[in-house]
């Protein structure tokens, strides 16, 4: 099956510095990415995802890129904030028409200090 | 977006009891929901695949038996934890896509279960 593996498990910036966050997946076959913010004790919300016939996605503050070829993905928030400061999980699946399993990376605990 | 909703947030029980979870789509229809349990600090790891109309698949490792789970109509799945037990105690969440749709889970607010 899948295996998703993402680093760093911990990242500490200072407010206005950008921050980086990358997975590697295992599965060829993957081609959905997505990436989810988790703040304590609520469910992961969904802030950016990719498919794979991109190499690269932006949203305001946030980016991800894609590698196939290396079968990594990282994803990029710029101008941090403390309101940023929470755990992201990237995540990978294929896509099967009417729903897919997510298989999540470890998680990345991110704080943003002022 | 599209909302999920579950049902209850927190909820303690004594060890040898059954807790019901609910999860609902509140403004779409969910042929397929999964269900998932987080430990603290740690990755959410999939235990089930609910199916309307049809029994639920489970990861490996995962006891039906011992997590039941029921998707009786197009907005609405249940997760049982039967004779639950302290190790039992985690965050479930559970998180639907939009029938026919291929991308985005909704995620729910996830439901604390602690089992004393």
């Known amino acids: 099956g899948e295996n998703v593996e993402q680093h760093p498990s911990t990242l500490s910036v200072q407010e206005g510095d950008s921050a980086v966050i990358k997975c590697t997946y295992s599965?060829?076959?993957?081609?959905?990415f997505p990436w989810y913010k988790q703040e304590l004790g609520k469910g992961p919300q969904l802030i950016i995802d990719?498919?794979?016939?991109?190499g690269e996605k932006k949203d305001q503050r946030i980016a991800v890129t894609l590698n196939k070829t290396a079968k990594h993905f990282s994803l990029h928030i710029t101008e941090t904030q403390p309101e940023d400061s929470a755990v992201y999980f990237c995540?990978?699946?294929?896509?099967?028409?009417?729903?897919?399993?997510?298989?999540f990376g470890t998680g990345t605990q991110l704080k943003v200090e002022l | 977006g599209a909302v999920v909703s579950q049902h209850p947030s927190w909820v303690i029980c004594k060890s040898g009891t059954s807790v019901k979870i609910e999860c609902r789509s509140l403004?779409?229809?969910?042929?397929?929901m999964f269900w998932y349990r987080q430990f603290p600090k740690q990755s959410l790891m999939l235990m089930a695949t609910?199916?309307?109309?049809?029994?639920?698949?489970?990861e490996q490792g995962v006891e039906k038996d011992k997590f039941l789970i029921n998707h009786a109509s197009l907005t609405l799945s249940t997760l049982t934890v039967t004779s639950a037990h302290p190790e039992d105690s985690s965050f479930y969440i559970c998180?639907?896509?939009?029938?026919?749709?291929?991308?985005?889970?909704?995620f729910g607010e996830g439901s604390r279960l602690t089992v004393l």
């Open positions: 403004d779409f229809q969910a042929t397929t």
């Open positions: 990719i498919r794979s016939n991109v």
């Open positions: 998180s639907a896509p939009i029938a026919g749709w291929d991308g985005e889970l909704f």
């Open positions: 609910s199916n309307e109309g049809s029994k639920a698949t489970y």
């Open positions: 599965d060829s076959a993957s081609n959905y």
């Open positions: 995540a990978a699946s294929i896509l099967t028409g009417g729903g897919n399993k997510l298989t």
